[in-house]
């Protein structure tokens, strides 16, 4: 899988990204499709959970294309987060948690 490093492509409309995923749920507040995609971006993002409901809800929601960790209070760490190896993550202190328990889909092309 590599790194998330430099830029990247989200060349689907919203609805191509509903279809595709299966999405119940969708942002009012969504990205455009962008060619030219920079760290701390808003991306649309695919996410999973129960919200209070038995049966889980997928979603198609905006995020910041980064990675803050949870015990982070402001979005600005002292370091870059968003170059995560996907072959590391999970044993760096930074990123553990989220890698057990935060998932999300980010349809790109890199």
Request: glycine share 4%; aromatic share 8%.
């Amino acid at each position: 899988m590599g790194n998330m490093c430099g830029r990247f492509v989200v060349a689907r409309a919203t609805a191509d990204l509903v279809a595709m995923f299966d999405v119940q749920e969708t942002a009012t507040n969504l990205p455009e499709p962008a060619w030219n995609i920079k760290p701390t971006t808003k991306v649309p993002v695919v996410l999973e959970s129960a919200k209070g409901s038995d049966t889980p809800v997928r979603r198609l929601e905006p995020a910041r294309w980064s990675l803050t960790p949870s015990y982070s209070k402001e979005l600005r760490t002292k370091f870059a987060t968003f170059n995560a190896r996907a072959e590391t993550a999970a044993e760096k202190a930074t990123f553990r948690g989220s890698v057990k328990s935060k998932r999300a889909i980010l349809p790109a092309y890199l």
